[in-house]
């Protein structure tokens, strides 16, 4: 069972930017494709980035696109989440997960989830 670590929140200012780290224990992090998700009190998780298990494709959503940049290094058995010009409605506790497809949000296709990291925007 692979465990998964998140690190890199805290408070931010609007239009900040954060990076998130999450390290991943054991062997098989680079036959895993990655995702991002998070989730505010009340609301359901929300898929943020996904990224292929070599690295060579992303995907993100709408909400974050331009803005977000999801990363791996295989080596480290990393994956990252830089956040540039952060805004309020990006507060929330931000978790990693790993999936065995591409391209899919759901969380229910991730398993293996980190504890989160709470990341703040304040206006």
Not at 54 to 65: E, I, L, Q
Not at 82 to 93: G, R
Request: hydrophobic fraction near 30%; aromatic fraction near 12%; proline fraction near 3%.
């Amino acid at each position: 069972q692979v465990q998964l670590v998140e690190s890199g929140g805290g408070l931010v200012q609007d239009g900040g930017s954060l990076r998130l780290s999450c390290a991943a224990s054991g062997r098989t992090f680079s036959t895993y494709g990655m995702g991002w998700f998070r989730q505010v009190p009340g609301k359901e998780r929300e898929f943020v980035a996904g990224i292929r298990r070599g690295g060579a494709s992303t995907y993100y959503a709408d909400s974050v696109k331009g803005r977000f940049t999801i990363s791996r290094d295989n080596v480290k058995n990393t994956v990252y989440l830089q956040m540039n010009s952060l805004k309020p409605e990006d507060t929330a506790v931000y978790y990693c997960a790993r999936t065995m497809a591409f391209g899919v949000t759901p969380p229910g296709e991730y398993d293996s989830w980190g504890q989160g990291t709470q990341v703040t925007v304040s206006s």
